[in-house]
């Protein structure tokens, strides 16, 4: 039994490194893909500040407030 090198063993151990270190960078950018897919509908989900009008009592987007349409309304139009 012969337990040296030979050219059949060393180019099958380093196809089968190649192999392995291609398989994880696949899985890690497939990972990757998926978590920066879910930061972004994580995102789109995110609850917004309201404001109550103080003349009508409605609660309006914090950021985009518009006029109720009520005579004292502070916002506007």
């Known amino acids: 039994m012969m337990l040296g090198f030979s050219?059949?063993?060393?180019?099958?151990?380093?196809?089968?490194?190649l192999l392995a270190w291609f398989?994880?960078?696949?899985?890690?950018?497939?990972?990757e893909r998926k978590a920066?897919?879910?930061a972004k509908r994580a995102a789109q989900r995110t609850a917004?500040?309201?404001t109550p009008c103080p003349q009508?009592?409605?609660f309006l987007d914090a950021?985009?407030?518009?006029?109720?349409g009520?005579?004292?309304?502070?916002?506007?139009?």
Not at 7 to 17: E, N, P, Q, Y
Not at 63 to 68: I, K
Not at 70 to 77: A, H, L, T
Request: positive net charge.
């Open 63 to 68: 950021q985009s407030a518009r006029a109720c």
């Open 36 to 38: 920066d897919g879910d």
């Open 7 to 17: 050219l059949t063993k060393v180019l099958f151990t380093f196809a089968a490194i």
């Open 48 to 50: 917004k500040e309201m």
């Open 23 to 31: 398989a994880f960078k696949y899985v890690g950018r497939m990972a």
């Open 56 to 58: 009508c009592g409605s």
């Open 70 to 77: 009520r005579d004292k309304c502070p916002y506007p139009g």
